[in-house]
């Protein structure tokens, strides 16, 4: 008995959580625990918007490893747009797609797109500009950066003191560039040198910038060299010794050593600034938006009469074991939403069928054990009898069945990488999530309440109540 509350009180706990996740309540409170919004994530063929398929010039050779990063500098630079829930993933050995909800402006996204991205190592002197500030330099793209300097015109600082400069400072100011990305030979993350230091990253110089980096950062110890990105600051690492030889480290301190991850987008930034292959647009098409929403409408609505359609079914066959299977469906379908928003899934017109799938996942598992049941009500067993044998000897189908789908999902979801299947990876993500919180409601929740419900109908009518 106590074993039986422990289940109730955890179902309790698990219905209350999913509720207070899936429905707009509380919804600052929320913010603040997840610290973003939690709500649906609609994909691009619900929510309208741009796809952009990029490939490499033809006779170009190209790895996974460049196209990922490639993948991952676009969808950085593509965020600038004010787009939420752009994407970009590699498709294939030769292809990147990129998508765009809610975003119909092809000029607009193209022009970012074929942005080659500029890095340049700016000379901000004691002036200090937090990641994001937008300044001006005096390099341009096609000249040559020289060992000449240009005196910016920064805020007024406290002598020794380096202060944080106003956007509106470094708008009127003019920074020189030491270096450019261009520069740069090789650069890779290393571990922390001593306990409690953080990764840092590694770099080295082509010998044509080594001297003209040198003379600086000679002349300029213990002050700022800013990284910057497309003229906006992305770090301002002190510059704690000359580096003549061509070699130097950008490190944090104390609270602010770079983790691994912070370190390696780091080395991205500073590598691959700009794009390490040149991309051309395969195809672009706009996805209206009202057409979305009339997919996503029927979709829900053909959801609706399929459960109220497979309810009426439960509880005219099953009679009691059939309302015990709709509590559970219910539960399970709140849990799985809830893992939507959670993860976040975007969802598309394929994920809200493998999500409908996996439905019928849920109410095979519970027709198993119910139809199990009464077999065993058949041979004369009692109500306690009939419902642990009929679990006993329905599990093996269920777990087999499931996990199989599981194993078939994961494959879906490997192969969706190539070029022209990606959009099977939204199906096989909701279909595999699914069918694992289906496997949970039969073996927690569905259980527990047929346990919970024998105290009751013990000595009812069996053939009234369980349709035997």
Do not use: C
Not at 285 to 297: D, E, F, Y
């Amino acid at each position: 008995m106590r074993n039986k509350l422990v289940r109730i009180l955890l179902i309790l706990v698990i219905l209350v959580v999913v509720i207070f996740i899936d429905f707009p309540v509380l919804t600052g409170f929320k913010e603040n625990i997840f610290k973003r919004k939690v709500s649906p994530v609609l994909g691009l063929d619900l929510r309208g918007g741009m796809q952009v398929v990029l490939q490499a010039p033809e006779g170009y050779s190209i790895d996974q490893e460049t196209l990922q990063v490639a993948a991952t500098i676009l969808e950085n630079r593509s965020n600038a747009l004010g787009v939420s829930e752009v994407m970009f993933q590699v498709a294939g050995d030769n292809y990147i797609v990129g998508e765009f909800p809610g975003l119909e402006n092809i000029t607009e996204v193209i022009g970012v797109i074929k942005q080659t991205g500029m890095l340049e190592f700016v000379d901000v002197g004691d002036t200090l500009l937090a990641p994001g500030t937008a300044i001006r330099t005096d390099y341009q793209v096609g000249t040559q950066t020289t060992s000449e300097t240009v005196t910016p015109t920064p805020a007024p600082l406290n002598v020794g003191q380096p202060e944080i400069a106003s956007p509106q400072a470094a708008d009127i100011s003019i920074f020189h560039t030491v270096i450019t990305g261009a520069d740069l030979a090789t650069v890779v993350v290393t571990p922390p040198r001593n306990p409690g230091d953080g990764y840092a990253v590694a770099f080295t110089l082509k010998p044509e910038a080594k001297q003209v980096f040198g003379a600086f950062t000679k002349a300029n110890i213990g002050k700022l060299l800013a990284i910057v990105l497309d003229k906006k600051i992305v770090s301002t690492p002190v510059i704690e010794g000359a580096i003549e030889t061509g070699e130097g480290a950008i490190s944090g301190r104390g609270d602010n050593a770079y983790t691994y991850d912070e370190a390696n987008n780091l080395r991205i930034t500073l590598f691959y600034g700009t794009l390490p292959v040149a991309l051309e647009i395969a195809e672009s098409r706009v996805v209206g938006p009202t057409l979305g929403q009339a997919s996503l409408q029927k979709s829900l609505f053909a959801a609706a009469i399929g459960f109220a359609i497979v309810s009426l079914f439960m509880l005219i066959y099953y009679r009691a074991p059939g309302f015990v299977a709709i509590i559970s469906i219910l539960i399970f379908g709140l849990t799985t939403f809830a893992l939507y928003l959670l993860i976040p899934v975007t969802l598309t017109l394929p994920g809200i069928a493998g999500f409908l799938l996996s439905v019928g996942s849920a109410l095979d598992a519970n027709i198993l054990q119910f139809e199990r049941i009464k077999e065993e009500l058949r041979k004369g067993r009692t109500l306690y009898q009939a419902v642990d044998l009929g679990w006993s000897r329905a599990w093996p189908s269920i777990r087999d069945s499931n996990l199989a789908t599981i194993i078939t999902s994961g494959i879906l979801f490997w192969f969706g990488s190539s070029f022209g299947a990606t959009i099977v990876k939204g199906f096989a993500l909701t279909l595999a999530l699914g069918v694992a919180v289906s496997l949970f409601t039969a073996l927690f929740v569905t259980r527990t309440l047929l346990n919970l419900g024998v105290k009751f109908l013990e000595k009812a009518n069996k053939e009234r109540w369980f349709g035997i």
